[in-house]
């Protein structure tokens, strides 16, 4: 499938972009020895990667299902590698605070845009009956580039320097992927990434407006759909208090343990031990799912994640932690798989962009409010028993709501 395996390459320059983009701009903010990094700061940072396409994703949900996708790809990339030349100098004059997060707000929101016309697209690439499949591939595959890129950065970060000047230099090289990106995309034929119809009025600014709305009603509608995004909720409030306790951990409380490090490097590893666990995810979803039915495994799923977070998250340990970055990350990711799949099955080509865009926008947002309510409470140090017990607890009342929501329709 020729066309499959250009959105794939197009896809692999985007994410390894996004890695070296979010692993330069993390050291040049919370690993960088000329400034400081307490839990509202982490907050923030969160805030930038998470947040612009949760603030613009119901309008950019509704220009998905109206603009040729393919030239929505090849600008998005383009626009974004601006931005990350902007975004890089920034860093290296030392501009810090709300200044340097509103760049990476345009960065991330381009990125996020971009990444929800490739999920809208894939349908029309692949056969309907491989979607699960071809989606497991993408996405996983996509994520073990961005931890790529991550490595990437690091690396560019010990050859050029820790500080303003080389954290500019190592940010920078994301514009490369952003121009491969664009490039890849551009070879597909006009009009060939969807959408097939525009069910809109005529008038841009009405469409764009009732996007969220749009977005939810096909959401709403779909009971599979409905039921995953409970299950995500409550995966992404607990991955985020459990996130922000694992960076203040690697930045203040962890030692380098023999071929364990802490610090930036610590915060490598950890991305390379989520990577497996996607990597494994990717693997095992299509096969878990044909065998005990998507209902199981996503409470499966849950169970498995809640008791990471409490068997070993609660030791505070680094080993006992990275194992459960490990399996937190591939719980997380059946999850999304799941959702994925049933997003770009059970929802209309003519809606589907804009569900894409409720999706970001409503887990980002739930993600980064729970960062902000445990930066509230954390010590600097990051060891808070009692907040891993909440993100435990959110998880197992996540399996409670699925089950509720899938009773709508419990044979689907």
Avoid at 166 to 187: D, E, H, K, M, Y
Wanted: one cysteine or more.
């Amino acid at each position: 499938m020729p066309a499959f395996r250009r959105l794939l390459f197009s896809r692999f320059a985007a994410q390894w972009s996004d890695g070296v983009f979010r692993a330069g701009l993390a050291g040049a903010v919370l690993f960088n020895p000329e400034r400081g990094a307490d839990p509202l700061t982490i907050a923030g940072g969160f805030a930038v990667l998470l947040l612009p396409y949760s603030v613009l994703g119901p309008f950019a949900g509704a220009l998905l299902d109206r603009w040729d996708r393919r030239r929505v790809l090849v600008l998005a990339n383009l626009l974004r590698g601006l931005a990350v030349v902007v975004a890089s100098v920034a860093v290296g004059f030392g501009l810090a605070g709300a200044e340097l997060f509103v760049l990476a707000l345009v960065v991330e929101g381009i990125s996020r845009f971009a990444g929800s016309g490739m999920s809208a697209s894939l349908p029309h690439v692949v056969p309907r009956h491989t979607l699960v499949t071809a989606n497991a591939l993408s996405t996983t595959l996509g994520a073990m580039v961005a931890v790529l890129g991550g490595g990437c950065a690091i690396a560019l970060r010990a050859l050029f320097g820790a500080d303003n000047t080389g954290s500019a230099w190592s940010t920078s090289f994301a514009v490369l992927g952003s121009i491969v990106a664009a490039f890849i995309a551009s070879r597909f034929g006009r009009g060939s990434l969807g959408p097939d119809s525009v069910d809109e009025p005529d008038d841009a600014i009405v469409a764009v407006a009732r996007g969220l709305a749009d977005g939810g009603r096909a959401a709403l509608a779909a009971p599979t759909v409905t039921a995953g995004f409970v299950a995500l909720f409550a995966h992404r409030a607990s991955y985020g208090i459990s996130l922000l306790l694992t960076v203040l951990l690697l930045r203040y409380s962890f030692h380098d343990l023999g071929l364990l490090k802490a610090g930036l490097p610590g915060l490598g590893q950890l991305a390379v031990m989520a990577a497996a666990g996607i990597l494994l995810a990717g693997f095992c979803t299509p096969r878990l799912v044909a065998r005990f039915g998507r209902h199981k495994v996503v409470l499966s799923s849950l169970l498995l994640a809640a008791a990471s977070q409490a068997g070993l998250g609660l030791p505070m340990r680094l080993p006992t932690v990275l194992v459960a970055a490990f399996l937190i990350t591939a719980a997380g990711q059946v999850l999304k798989l799941c959702v994925d799949s049933a997003v770009q099955r059970d929802v209309g080509d003519e809606a589907r962009g804009r569900v894409f865009a409720l999706y970001d926008t409503l887990f980002n947002t739930t993600q980064v409010a729970a960062v902000a309510v445990a930066a509230a409470f954390v010590p600097l140090d990051g060891r808070s028993p009692a907040l891993l017990l909440v993100a435990t607890a959110v998880y197992l009342l996540g399996g409670l709501g699925y089950l509720l929501a899938i009773r709508r329709n419990p044979r689907v």
